[in-house]
């Protein structure tokens, strides 16, 4: 069994950054591929990044591509997201989660936080 709960959404300028943190309470949080999704009002939930388990790998979406960052403490069973560059539209509820394929896929991950609001002001 795996818990996950995200920190560090808040208001921010569009310009500006802020970093995310999702930490797991299992034991097995190494063995995890994680990814970070969001979902805006109105919308579906979209994929963002994705870490492989032991972090060699990251993916991400064009959306989000040269502004954001994905990377894991398997020591500290945490996997973050630096945010920089925000624009008004990566306001959304953003939620990590855990699998075992380091994919886009929404279905693939098991596993989910209860998400942290990200509101970027124009």
């Known amino acids: 069994q795996v818990q996950l709960v995200e920190s560090g959404g808040g208001l921010v300028q569009a310009g500006g950054s802020l970093t995310l943190s999702c930490a797991s309470s299992g034991r097995t949080f190494s063995s995890y591929a994680m990814g970070w999704f969001r979902q805006a009002p109105g919308k579906e939930r979209e994929f963002v990044a994705a870490i492989k388990s032991t972090g060699a790998r990251t993916l991400y979406a064009d959306s989000v591509k040269g502004r954001f960052t994905i990377s894991r403490d398997n020591p500290k069973n945490t996997v973050y997201l630096q945010m920089n560059s925000l624009k008004s539209e990566d306001t959304a509820v953003y939620y990590c989660?855990?699998?075992?394929?380091?994919?886009?896929?929404?279905?693939?991950?098991?596993?989910w936080g209860q998400g942290t609001q990200v509101t970027v002001s124009s």
């Open positions: 989660a855990a699998g075992s394929e380091t994919t886009p896929e929404l279905g693939s991950y098991g596993y």
